[in-house]
């Protein structure tokens, strides 16, 4: 059975930081390309970042510079580090663990950020 969890969201004001987690079971960790996407009320869901199996990364044009993302395949997680936060990061932030035809998705994570 896999399970893509996700943690770390919260309320914090505009400057600050957070970081989210997520820990994926029942897959073959490694193999997978990790991704963060986020979805604010009433606009679509945007991918924010990805990690591919060979450390590859992409970084949506509105988080470069403020956001990175890791991985840990030991742990069988992937890691989303946001700083200086904006108003508009707001959203519901969702993991997705994507390799060929397979694809996972969590349960997401509130970020609130006040101005």
């Known amino acids: 059975q896999v399970q893509v969890v996700e943690s770390g969201g919260g309320l914090v004001q505009a400057g600050g930081s957070l970081r989210l987690s997520c820990a994926a079971s029942?897959?073959?960790?490694?193999?997978?390309?990790l991704a963060w996407y986020r979805q604010a009320p009433g606009k679509q869901r945007e991918l924010v970042a990805d990690?591919?199996?060979?450390?590859?990364?992409k970084l949506a044009d509105s988080v470069k510079g403020r956001f990175t993302i890791s991985r840990d395949n030991a742990k069988n997680s992937v890691y989303l580090q946001m700083n200086s936060l904006k108003p508009e990061d707001t959203a519901v932030y969702y993991c997705?663990?994507?390799?060929?035809?397979?694809?996972?998705w969590g349960q997401g994570t509130q970020v609130t950020v006040s101005s």
């Open positions: 997705n663990a994507v390799f060929q035809s397979s694809g996972y």
């Open positions: 029942g897959i073959t960790f490694r193999l997978y390309t």
């Open positions: 990690i591919s199996s060979n450390y590859n990364i």
